[in-house]
């Protein structure tokens, strides 16, 4: 099974912070993608990624950032944070391939934007 | 645009009994869908997953799911649950060549009393 670790756990930050959210995923996976999860919208996609310095816009992408240094490590980036952006982040990864779409999620990352 | 609507927030039942979650989309082409359980505190974590042929997916710890095409569904089911069946459960779609990128239902609170 796939290893998807996300650091950290819980963040707090105040309105306009700088954050920074990791992943990295140890199966060598084509793809990485980060969601967020609230109440009332399941999950949402944020952005995603096919390879080491690729990037693709997800469905809510407004006020993030992302970048794919590596096959392993995905990281999601705030530089602006608001309130609107208290939310559980999920990471995930899936092999390439026709039908090998099953995402491996790691455990999630807990923000608070005072 | 695939989408994916999940029509009950949360289902109730007793251990031992049998249950239904229900997840309809909605797409033109061909498809696949899946279903990911989420247990409190935890990522997702897949279920199965309908590609093609046999229109009846059997999954982990006795949970199966039907595929109709003629009412666009794709319902999750279990003949006896047992407490700890108690998660959220997401139904999820995406398009071959699509690039592996699933869009979630909303999610279906399932509480099993003991």
């Known amino acids: 099974e796939a290893a998807v670790t996300q650091s950290p756990r819980n963040k707090v930050t105040v309105t306009g912070g700088n954050v920074t959210l990791s992943c990295r995923q140890t199966n060598s996976h084509n793809y990485m993608y980060w969601y967020r999860q609230d109440t009332g919208h399941g999950l949402r996609l944020i952005h995603y990624s096919y390879g080491a310095g690729n990037l693709q816009i997800g469905d809510v992408p407004d006020g993030y950032k992302a970048t794919r240094t590596t096959q392993e490590d995905f990281f999601l980036l705030l530089e602006l944070a608001s309130p609107s952006q208290t939310s559980l982040y999920f990471c995930?990864?899936?092999?390439?391939?026709?039908?090998?779409?099953?995402?491996?999620f790691g455990p999630g990352t807990r923000l608070l934007v005072l | 645009t695939q989408t994916v609507s999940q029509s009950d927030a949360h289902v109730t039942v007793f251990e031992g009994d049998s249950v239904e979650l229900r997840c309809n989309y909605s797409?033109?082409?061909?498809?696949?869908l899946s279903w990911y359980i989420q247990h409190h505190g935890r990522g997702l974590q897949f279920l199965l997953k309908?590609?093609?042929?046999?229109?009846v997916v059997q999954g982990v710890n006795g949970f199966k799911a039907e595929f109709s095409k003629s009412d666009s569904s794709f319902h999750l089911r279990k003949a006896s649950v047992h407490w700890s069946d108690s998660a959220v459960y997401f139904c999820?779609?995406?398009?071959?060549?699509?690039?592996?990128?699933?869009?979630f239902g909303q999610g279906t609170v399932l509480s099993v009393i003991p």
């Open positions: 797409y033109g082409g061909s498809i696949y």
């Open positions: 309908y590609y093609s042929g046999n229109p």
């Open positions: 999820a779609v995406s398009a071959p060549g699509g690039n592996n990128k699933l869009t």
């Open positions: 995930a990864s899936s092999d390439a391939g026709t039908g090998e779409d099953t995402q491996y």
